[in-house]
């Protein structure tokens, strides 16, 4: 089975640019969070999809958007880019919203986007 | 609210000696646990976790942690250091069952493994 594929690997925007991360999740898992990772920091958790609709959000403001589509891939959008953004931004795909106590429903982590803004 | 405290930024061993990398955790209900592990350039991957069975917990590569109630606890330890473990450690909590996608993180501890 493949896993999660995150694209682009790395990209560079200036500041008010809008940027768009794709992320196609592992076969048979319907549900994909995004994360946002800073330089040194651990991932926080942006928002997360199921069936195509958001379903859970972190404290991110209004201009981090995102899209699930009908083969559960997904879209991570970011408006009027900000210094700040510049991160490693993580997508993760499992099975359904089913707990964690379900052996199998773990997080599986993409390798990440990086983007950096100018 | 919960939260994630890892002790220690950078963690440096010897090979073959113990690997402890310290989490604390604070939650107001009982908490699901977890351990990732990320190597330069790629994603996180799932070492072990704890979601409220058995207290000491075996993962991958020789990695287990045991979750202490009383210590607020779920340190994570490996008896014998190996190179290949020199990575990026992050522990993780969720309370929610339904919201499994949104796990809180701590901000890592980097090991460093001698020859």
């Known amino acids: 089975e493949t896993g999660v594929t995150q694209s682009p690997t790395h990209l560079i925007k200036t500041r008010g640019q809008q940027v768009t991360l794709r992320c196609s999740s592992q076969s048979g898992h319907n549900t994909v969070s995004w994360y946002q990772q800073a330089l040194g920091q651990g991932p926080q958790f942006i928002f997360q999809y199921y069936r195509e609709e958001e379903n859970g959000r972190g404290n991110f403001p209004p201009r981090f958007s995102g899209l699930q589509f009908p083969n559960y891939s997904s879209e991570l959008n970011v408006n009027a880019l900000e210094l700040d953004d510049s991160a490693l931004y993580l997508c993760?795909?499992?099975?359904?919203?089913?707990?964690?106590?379900?052996?199998?429903?773990?997080?599986?982590f993409g390798a990440g986007s990086r983007l950096t803004v100018l | 609210a919960q939260s994630v405290t890892q002790l220690g930024s950078h963690v440096s061993v010897s090979e073959g000696a113990l690997v402890l990398l310290r989490c604390n955790y604070s939650s107001s209900v009982p908490p699901y646990l977890f351990w990732y592990v990320q190597y330069p350039n790629q994603g996180l991957q799932l070492l072990l976790k704890y979601t409220s069975a058995a207290t000491l917990v075996k993962g991958i590569n020789g990695f287990e942690a045991e979750f202490k109630k009383s210590e607020t606890s779920f340190h994570l330890t490996k008896p014998s250091a190996h190179m290949s473990d020199a990575a990026e450690y992050f522990c993780a909590v969720s309370v929610l069952a339904n919201q499994g996608g949104k796990l809180i993180f701590g901000q890592g501890t980097e090991l460093s493994v001698k020859p």
């Open positions: 993760a795909s499992r099975p359904g919203l089913a707990g964690f106590t379900s052996g199998a429903n773990v997080l599986t």
